[in-house]
């Protein structure tokens, strides 16, 4: 599908990096439109107008505009097939494709929001409990992901696919928790086998990152 023409609105290190990550895999042309997030960027009526949750990311594809980094590693997988980073419809590794997929994006995730974001959850007042409540969550998934990564090198076996830019991304997330997921043996040899790809060292370049590099 060269044709296709694709604008990701990102902000260095968000919720858009596993998508700009995945871009740079594919090896297809996009632009790239960086937004401050301090400076309210993606509250501006703009963006809301492509974007009504004021979130990034959002990715134009021809023109349209799609949003929910899940969902859009999913999509480019789907349609660039050449890049076997989606599993067929008959392929048996599907089912544990689109379980850990969505485990990531709606369990996962929403534990690092609140890890982040503590007072959205329970109110100021409550935010160091809710904070202590989603690292035990996101504790939790490191050891059931560390277990499901002893026998594997990536995500589905010994073959990559986009669901491995969304687990490394919310990994380096947890970098600076107290536990980080980098504390578990299978998870810190993936995430180096992660971390070699050129793709890695030209996302990071792009966004002007070098922590955790
Ligand atoms: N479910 C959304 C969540 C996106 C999200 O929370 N993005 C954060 C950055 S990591 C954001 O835009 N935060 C700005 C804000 O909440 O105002 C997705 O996966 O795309």
Partial sequence: MTSSTYTLYYAPGAASLAVHWLLLELGVQFHAIQL??????????????????????????DGKAQSECAALLLL??????????????DDPARGDYLQWTLHLANTL????????????????????????????????????????????????GEHLSAVDFLATMLMRWSRNMPKPATEWPHLVAYVQRMKQRPSFAELYAREGLSEWA
């Fill in 109 to 156: 995730q929403p534990a690092f929001r609140t890890w982040f974001y503590p007072h959205e959850a329970a109110g100021a007042a409550h935010a160091d409990a809710a904070r202590e409540a989603s690292r035990a969550r996101i504790e939790g998934c490191w050891d059931r992901l560390d277990t499901w990564m002893a026998q594997r090198s990536y995500m589905l």
């Fill in 36 to 61: 401050d997030l301090q400076a309210g960027e993606h509250k501006r009526p703009d963006y809301l107008a492509i974007n009504p949750a004021g979130l990034v990311p959002t990715l134009l594809v």
């Fill in 76 to 89: 480019l997988a789907e349609r660039h097939p050449a890049s076997a980073l989606a599993p067929a419809l």
